[in-house]
């Protein structure tokens, strides 16, 4: 059976500092992958996505970036993060529909 | 630009009852709709999937799905206080691209 992993669970990063987040699929092979961000009461921004290895789309400009460089693996990253990137980042694959990871809690200080 | 209302509520319902969930859609080429249940704190959890007119029932969930009224419902029979949480309606296209109502909260009071 398919498995999605995060991490870190939650981070806590002081304003200006960098990011990265790790999402990791196992049990399939070359998954649409999706990096998502929930503000606090908020829906879903689809932040990310990627059909293959090092083919990323943006759907939203920002300080955020994200590379994908194995098949399984979906990374996001920052170089000085704001106080707005503050969230609940989710990662998720796709086969016929999205399945989501664990998340990750981020609060920029 | 495809959008994906929902009523935010809380909606509050008696333990046994029926909750019933709304949601409408404005891109009328989508062609899958998705339930996703969200508890405080955790990531979606995929409830309930449809892809044409009529009801799908799973168990205590029924979606419903109505393609010229761009509408889709979701009910849930015997409502339970381990039901409430936050309910997120999503429509899909082609390419697995999904866009995500707001979400409904969802109450069961014992």
């Known amino acids: 059976s398919q498995t999605i992993h995060q991490w870190p669970a939650t981070l806590v990063q002081p304003v200006g500092s960098p990011l990265s987040l790790e999402c990791t699929v196992e049990?399939?092979?070359?998954?649409?992958l999706y990096w998502y961000r929930q503000a606090a009461g908020r829906g879903l921004q689809l932040l990310f996505y990627?059909?293959?290895?090092?083919?990323i789309s943006s759907e939203v400009p920002q300080n955020l970036s994200a590379s994908r460089p194995q098949d399984r693996q979906f990374i996001l990253s920052s170089k000085k993060l704001l106080l707005s990137d503050s969230g609940f980042y989710l990662c998720?694959?796709?086969?016929?529909?999205?399945?989501f990871g664990p998340g990750t809690r981020l609060t920029v200080l | 630009q495809k959008e994906v209302e929902q009523n935010s509520g809380p909606l509050s319902v008696p333990e046994g009852a029926i909750a019933s969930l709304n949601c409408t859609y404005s891109?009328?080429?989508?062609?899958?709709f998705f339930w996703y249940r969200q508890y405080s704190g955790k990531s979606p959890e995929l409830i309930m999937s449809?892809?044409?007119?009529g009801d799908k029932e799973d168990g205590r969930f029924t979606a419903q799905l109505n393609k010229a009224s761009q509408y889709v419902s979701l009910l849930i029979r015997d409502s339970q206080p381990s039901d409430s949480a936050t309910y997120l309606c999503?429509?899909?296209?082609?390419?697995?691209?999904?866009?995500f109502g707001g979400g409904t909260r969802l109450m069961v009071k014992p």
């Open positions: 449809i892809y044409s007119n």
């Open positions: 990627s059909v293959g290895i090092g083919q």
């Open positions: 049990g399939t092979s070359n998954p649409n």
């Open positions: 891109d009328r080429v989508s062609q899958s």
């Open positions: 998720a694959w796709s086969p016929d529909t999205q399945y």
């Open positions: 999503a429509s899909g296209n082609a390419g697995n691209m999904l866009t």
